[in-house]
T-cell receptor, first 115, second 111 residues
Framework: EAQVTQNPRYLITVTGKKLTVTCSQN?????MSWYRQDPGLGLRQIYY???????DKGDVPEGYKVSRKEKRNFPLILESPSPNQTSLYFC??????????????FGEGSWLTVV | RKEVEQDPGPFNVPEGATVAFNCTYS??????FFWYRQDCRKEPKLLMS???SGNEDGRFTAQLNRASQYISLLIRDSKLSDSATYLC????????????FGAGTRLAVHP
């Protein structure tokens, strides 16, 4: 079964304290991405990666970093979180590069609150 | 104007009702279309792809109108378990090459 696992699932942190949300997948897919979901705005792509050591900005990359040192893992890094980064975050595997009937699999989501 | 727009709802319907959602998109270079379902506080999951000729999966029917740039989802004989938010997803190609998610339409089915 395709699985995307992200941690932590819930986090309350303070402004400026660096944090990392981990993401791993068990399907050896090249394409992975991070989204944030906010009320009324839908899912917006933060960063994506088409393969190891290949990452690129999505629609809302400001304030975030990612790395892809191995195919399985794609962590999201907030170097200096701010309250406007309070959101629900989803890691996903699969995407437009593979779209010929393939499905995007999302992780269960990480609820992040920055105070 | 948003690239993908949906009526946010909520649509409150009784069990057994037929309900339809529309989704409009702004870019005619759009190539592929999908409906995802998202339960409260959960991750989105693919419900069905939308094909040019229209397609059906049990009680669910998806239609595409390229001329008017909208897709629709029809749910017949609504069940309580259909209560969720339905996300319209459009794949834009032609160098843009990305997926755009609508903000979702919320459906609440009541007894």
């Amino acid at each position: 079964e395709a699985q995307v696992t992200q941690n932590p699932r819930y986090l309350i942190t303070v402004t400026g304290k660096k944090l990392t949300v981990t993401c791993s997948q068990n399907m050896n897919h090249e394409y992975m991405s991070w989204y944030r979901q906010d009320p009324g705005l839908g899912l917006r792509q933060i960063y994506y990666s088409m393969n190891v050591e290949v990452t690129d900005k999505g629609d809302v990359p400001e304030g975030y970093k990612v790395s892809r040192k191995e195919k399985r893992n794609f962590p999201l890094i907030l170097e200096s979180p701010s309250p406007n980064q309070t959101s629900l975050y989803f890691c996903a595997r699969g995407g437009p590069a593979e779209y010929s009937g393939n499905t995007i699999y999302f992780g269960e989501g990480s609820w992040l609150t920055v105070v | 104007r948003k690239e993908v727009e949906q009526d946010p709802g909520p649509f409150n319907v009784p069990e057994g009702a037929t309900v339809a959602f529309n989704c409009t998109y702004s870019n005619s270079a759009s190539q592929s279309f999908f409906w995802y379902r998202q339960d409260c506080r959960k991750e989105p999951k693919l419900l069905m792809s939308v094909y040019s000729s229209g397609n059906e999966d049990g009680r669910f029917t998806a239609q595409l109108n390229r001329a008017s740039q909208y897709i629709s989802l029809l749910i017949r004989d609504s069940k309580l378990s259909d209560s969720a938010t339905y996300l319209c997803v459009v794949y834009f190609s032609g160098g843009y090459n990305k997926l755009i998610f609508g903000a979702g339409t919320r459906l609440a089915v009541h007894p």
